[in-house]
Nanobody, 114 residues
Framework: QVQLVESGGGLVQPGGSLRLSCVAS????????MGWYRQAPGKQREMVAT???????NYADSVKGRFTISRDNDKNTVYLQMNSLKPEDTAVYYC????????WGQGTQVTVSS
């Protein structure tokens, strides 16, 4: 079974940058479309970006041009480079196998505040 562990969150000022990482267990990472989600308190979980092994990438409109999703299949890792951060980006960020809804990790907190 796949386990996903997010890291890299923290407190950053508006306009700053963070790089999130998600390490997956198992041998079948290449088969999965991976995604980053985020959830602010009292809000629905929101898709931020997705990436397939073949390179197909999708972004939410709210982050397009500022965030970059990437993956390293040799390291079973997906990344989210977050630039030009805004206060509205504040949320817990989760990585997930697209199509999987049965479990979520702890996520990593991103707080953007001056």
């Amino acid at each position: 079974q796949v386990q996903l562990v997010e890291s890299g969150g923290g407190l950053v000022q508006p306009g700053g940058s963070l790089r999130l990482s998600c390490v997956a267990s198992g041998k079948f990472f290449m088969l999965y479309v991976m995604g980053w989600y985020r959830q602010a308190p009292g809000k629905q979980r929101e898709m931020v970006a997705t990436i397939a092994s073949g390179g197909t990438i999708n972004y939410a409109d709210s982050v397009k041009g500022r965030f970059t999703i990437s993956r390293d299949n040799d390291k079973n890792t997906v990344y989210l480079q977050m630039n030009s951060l805004k206060p509205e980006d504040t949320a817990v960020y989760y990585c997930q196998i697209i199509g999987r809804t049965d479990s979520w990790g702890q996520g990593t907190q991103v707080t953007v505040s001056s």
